[in-house]
């Protein structure tokens, strides 16, 4: 994977450089990771650096930022993973990936049956995990 986006940054005229790999591997051990998590991660690197690189990997649909609250986390987009949902404890922070077709047909026909031709959507449930409820 780390070749396919290394070949993908090259493509449009951006170098893999040491840096951004090394954001990208910090994405690729957290996710989804807070901005706090991948700065922390990440000691050497310029907080600025890290904000634009992030940035960077969504412009060019390599990460995708999912939004909690006011705040938001970073994942791979769903053109590295496949898609999911997430569900995110407000007690611990835990954030946990949902596979399930259930939600997605759903989502499919309530948007066809209005008529509307979706581009992209996210779902996150907020609650209490299993340890902290």
Same mark, same amino acid.
Do not use: W
């Given at each position: ?42 000691? %050497? !690197? ?8 992030? +940035?960077?990997?969504?412009?060019? @649909?390599?990460?995708?930022? /999912? ?27 835990t954030?946990? %990936? !949902? ?8 989502? +499919?026909?309530?948007?066809?049956? @209005?008529?509307?031709?979706? /581009? ?9 995990c299993?340890?902290?409820?």
């Open positions: 994977m780390e070749l396919e986006i290394k070949n993908l940054l090259k493509q449009q005229g951006f170098s893999a450089t040491k840096t951004r790999m090394a954001v990208l591997g910090a994405i690729l051990k957290m996710q989804p990771a807070s901005m706090q998590q991948l700065i922390s991660a990440l000691p %050497d !690197v310029d907080r600025a650096t890290v904000y634009r690189t992030v +940035d960077l990997f969504v412009e060019l @649909n390599i990460a995708k930022k /999912v939004h909690t609250g006011f705040k938001y986390r970073v994942e791979l987009s769903d053109s590295f993973q496949e898609h999911h949902h997430h569900l995110t404890c407000l007690r611990c922070g954030v946990l %990936d !949902v596979h399930t077709p259930e939600i997605e047909y759903a989502i +499919d026909q309530t948007a066809s049956s @209005n008529g509307f031709r979706p /581009v992209r959507h996210d779902l996150e449930i907020i609650g209490y299993a340890q902290c409820s």
